[in-house]
């Protein structure tokens, strides 16, 4: 069975405080994707990798940072969390090309106070 | 920016009906349109998909439509069953940077099947 695995299911961190959120996938896929979710706003794209230690910026990546050292681990920073990053977080993987299928982990509820 | 916009927000449909849930886009490079289905406490899931060379495409009880000139695309769900309760997201691919490819998501739209 393929596997998406964020390393918590929920966070609360203070305000300040650096937080790593770890995503690893067992399929050996090429992209690695970061989500954020929100009521009323769908999932918006943070920032993907597409290979070890490269990366893109997505739809909303201020505020964060992604780490990438290995093909199976892909990794979100807030370098200062805030309370507006309040969110779900989720990570999903897909093999390389267009139009394959993308799997999710099953997500991880920060809570910034 | 909202480059797939999807509507409504939720649905209630009764147990037997059809659903539908459309979406709209603006970008005419993207080229892959799936759909995914969320249950609470889960990742999204992919339920189906199509390319823009079809204009409809069925699995079971799920079709996708696809209209290109219109830039539409969507998801039926015939003989709705409380068990499809869940949040559809449409969602629309093109390539990004030279090679690689990323998913834009619409904002979701909540489905409640009433028995």
């Known amino acids: 069975d393929v596997k998406v695995t964020q390393s918590s299911r929920y966070l609360v961190k203070r305000t300040g405080e650096k937080v790593f959120l770890e995503c690893v996938q067992d399929?050996?896929?090429?992209?690695m994707f970061w989500y954020r979710q929100d009521p009323g706003l769908g999932l918006r794209l943070i920032y993907f990798?597409?290979?070890?230690?490269?990366?893109e910026k997505g739809d909303i990546p201020e505020g964060y940072s992604v780490s990438r050292e290995k093909k199976e681990r892909f990794s979100l920073i807030l370098e200062s969390a805030s309370t507006n990053q309040t969110s779900m977080y989720l990570c999903a993987s897909t093999r390389w090309g267009v139009s394959t299928e993308a799997f999710f982990g099953q997500g991880t509820r920060l809570t910034v106070v | 920016q909202q480059q797939v916009k999807q509507s409504p927000q939720s649905l209630i449909v009764q147990k037997g009906g059809i659903s539908i849930i459309n979406c709209a886009y603006e970008?005419?490079?993207?080229?892959?349109f799936p759909w995914y289905q969320q249950f609470p406490g889960k990742g999204p899931a992919l339920l189906i998909a199509?390319?823009?060379?079809?204009s409809e495409k069925k699995e079971g009880r799920f079709t996708i439509s696809f209209n290109k000139s219109a830039k539409q695309f969507s998801l039926h769900i015939m003989d709705s069953q409380p068990g499809d309760s869940a949040t559809y997201f449409c969602a629309a691919s093109t390539v990004s940077g030279g090679s690689n490819y990323k998913l834009t998501f619409g904002k979701g739209t909540l489905l409640t099947v009433n028995p």
């Open positions: 199509i390319r823009p060379d079809v």
């Open positions: 970008n005419t490079a993207f080229d892959y």
């Open positions: 399929m050996d896929h090429e992209n």
């Open positions: 990798s597409y290979d070890v230690k490269m990366k």
